[in-house]
Each structure stands twice: as C-alpha cells, then as structure tokens.
C-alpha cells in the first residue's frame, strides 16, 4: 500500500470506530436523551418516582379552563390514548392552544395531576398563511359533516 | 487537449483564480440578500400560528443548513490535506472554520430569539439544540487547536483529525428531531418535498443561496490572506506588485 492510501484507510477507520463508539453511546442512553415522556409512559410507570419531570403531547381540544385568579390554568395533555391533567400557574406562552403540542415540567402528585413549574409550546413544521389554515380546517368539517351525514361511506382523510 | 485537474491545486495558481472569483459571489450574494429579505419580509404572508414571528426562519434556517454542510467540507478538506499531503487543502479547512463558527453562532442565537415568544424558553436542551452547541464548540475548537500550534504543518494535521472526528455529530444534529422527541420541531423541507407556502419557500431558498454565495466569498478571501501568510517567503509572493513594493521598501 501507498503511503496515502494507508493514510486514508486510517482514516476511514478512525472515522467508523468513532461512528460506533458514539453509536452505542446513544444507544445506551437511550431514551434519556428524549425531552420528555408521554402521557402513556406516564401511566405505565415509566417515569421518575416522586420527582419532577416533562411530560409531552398535545393540549386536549376543549380542556383549557382558568381559574378565576387569571393566572391559574388547567387543561389536559394527551397523545390521543391516554391524558394527563395539568394545573399550571403562571404565564402561558403564545403557541399554547388547544390541539397543538405542548411540554409541561413538574411532579404529577397522587391524584394523577401534574403541577407544572413550566410549559412549553412545541411548534409543529407546519407553515402556512391563515387563510390556507382556514380553509384547510373547513375542508376538514365539511368532511367530517359528509361522512357523518352517509355513515357507509368511507370519510375522506384531509392530509396536511 | 488534456485538462490539468491539479492545476489550482496549488496555492500560486489558486491565489490568483481566488482573487477573481471573490467579486463574483460576494455581487450575487448582496443581490440575493436583497431579493431574499424584500420577499421574506413583504411578499411572504404572515403564518397562521406564529403571525410575524416566523420570519426569523429565513435566516435561522439558511444560518443551520450552513453551519452543518460547512462542517462537512471542512472535514472533507481537512482528510484531503491529511491523504494528499497538499497544502491548499488544509489551507481552506482554516478559511472555512471561523464562518462555519459564525453560522453556528447566528443559528442558535436567532433560535435563542425565536424561542423564548413561541416556546416560552430561551435555551431547552433537547437533542437538536445540544448538539448544534457542539457543532459550535467543535468549530471553535479547530480554531484554537490549530492556533495554539506554531508549526502549521503541524497544526493542520492535529486539527484536521479534530475535524474529521467530529463530523460523526453533523448526522446526530439532522437525525436529532426524529430519533429522539425534543422541543424543536421536526424538518419542513425534506428530501420527499415541503408543505410551505410558496412564498415563503422562494424567500428561504434565496436565502440560502445568497448565504452559501456569501460563504464561499468570504472563505476564498479568506483564504488567499492565509496563502499570503503562509507562503511569505516563496518566490512567487515576493513578486506579487503590492508586495514588491512593500518588501523593496522596506528594504
């Protein structure tokens, strides 16, 4: 072998050995690198005990209630299978809304509600002007009216 | 008629073709930054949920892409330099790394900006956001270590191992917002399209044209003061006009 080649094979293993060694690095990490658990973690006892940690998810259509201080709010986070209740007192940020994603840190206490120290918005990828996000949310109740209207018929699936 | 591939590869013919190069890329990059920013702030509509916030995307976005790909080329320079031996390669691996710094810098600050009003946080440290400050502190890294060695030949193999290892965080930094849940939002445009608005897409994508254009300027005059400093005593630089004039003088 050259001089260079043998450079380059160097190289080319110094490069797949730190590759793997990073690899199984994160692979032993695991989900500690994650930012936060969802509501079913929560409720299948995957989270830290008795200490205060992030859960992740969306805010539940319809579940948004303050109190009448103005400062304090409850709502529920869910993943669509389970939800977890959420008091929260404090300054919400401006993506906060109901449907959309959203991370909350605290300690979910024994009555299965999480007193949040901190929310988060989490914003999806999603960019568009209001008028298409209209339309596009009347589409999908016109859709929602029509399949409800002829139950037999498959409902036609709005894809964002 | 066979093409000489090798010929800019040295420095003497490099400097020249650098230096005519530059105006080029630095005219093209001031028009698209203009163009860029004209569509992004006044064509481009605002976003149903984040209103005006958004447009920090247009530099955000382009300052990100920037910071990984540059990261790329300069491991890619830098393995050069360290197979082939040639100078220029290790050369431009300097050049590049301060203005890969510097888009790393820009993308976590305007991120910075964006977060605190849409997320509620500053800094969060989820695996995208980490891991673009290692990007960061790699590239400063590269800098320092190849600074903090007199002997550039030595310089440039030291820090080009440093380079060529950390290329391994660019894929963690893209990959980051699929494998692991974090507060960053995932990837708008992939390779299978975008759902964007077209307006907004012709405003990023100008500007990130207008920054790669931008890049490549800076980093080739930046590198041609490097061939100037590095090659001080060659022949060839003490008969450049402006030298000439300078060394007889000072003679």
Not at chain 1, 111 to 118: D, L, P, W, Y
Not at chain 2, 216 to 238: K, P, Q
Request: glycine share 8%; with cysteine.
């Amino acid at each position: 072998m050259k001089p260079r080649q043998k450079r380059f094979m160097f190289i080319a293993i110094a490069v797949a050995g730190v590759a793997t060694s990073v690899g199984l690095v994160l692979n032993a990490l695991g989900g500690n690198v994650n930012l936060y658990f969802t509501p079913t973690q929560v409720f299948n006892k995957e989270v830290p005990n008795g200490r205060s940690f992030r859960i992740g998810g969306l805010v539940e259509e319809g579940s948004v209630k303050r109190e009448n201080d103005g400062l304090t709010v409850n709502f529920v986070i869910t993943d669509t299978h389970k939800s977890i209740p959420v008091v929260y007192k404090g300054i919400l940020p401006d993506l906060f809304k109901e449907g959309k994603g959203v991370v909350a840190q605290g300690a979910v206490g024994d009555n299965g509600v999480m007193r949040a120290e901190e929310v988060l918005a989490k914003h999806d990828e999603n960019y568009m002007p209001p008028e298409a996000a209209d339309a596009l949310k009347k589409a999908q109740a016109a859709n929602a009216a029509d399949s409800a209207a002829m139950p037999r018929n498959v409902p036609v699936t709005v894809t964002k | 008629m066979a093409i000489n591939w090798f010929k800019y590869a040295a420095p003497t013919t490099f400097y020249g073709l650098a230096g005519k190069m530059i105006p080029w890329f630095a005219f093209s990059a001031a028009i698209l930054f203009a163009i860029g920013l004209y569509i992004g702030f006044f064509v481009a509509p605002s976003d149903a949920q984040q209103g005006e916030f958004y447009r920090i995307m247009f530099i955000h976005v382009p300052a990100s892409i920037l910071s990984m790909f540059l990261y790329l080329i300069m491991a890619g320079y830098a393995a050069l330099g360290l197979i082939f031996n040639t100078r220029l390669s290790a050369m431009m691996a300097t050049a590049i790394a301060p203005t890969g710094a510097l888009f790393a810098l820009i993308s976590l600050w305007t991120g910075a900006l964006w977060g605190k009003p849409m997320w509620g946080a500053w800094w969060m440290w989820d695996a995208r956001l980490t891991s673009e400050l290692i990007l960061l502190f790699l590239y400063l890294g590269f800098i320092a270590l190849h600074a903090s060695i007199d002997d550039p030949r030595r310089a440039d193999r030291a820090a080009a191992l440093l380079a060529i290892v950390g290329s391994v965080n660019v894929p963690i930094i893209y990959f980051s917002v699929k494998w692991w849940n974090t507060l960053h939002q995932g990837s708008t445009i992939k390779f299978s399209g975008t759902t964007m608005h077209v307006a907004m897409q012709q405003a990023l994508f100008t500007m990130l044209a207008a920054c790669w254009l931008y890049a490549i300027a800076v980093v080739l005059a930046r590198v041609r003061s490097i061939i100037l400093e590095r090659e001080r005593n060659a022949a060839w630089v003490t008969q450049l006009p402006g030298i000439a004039d300078f060394a007889g003088g000072e003679k």
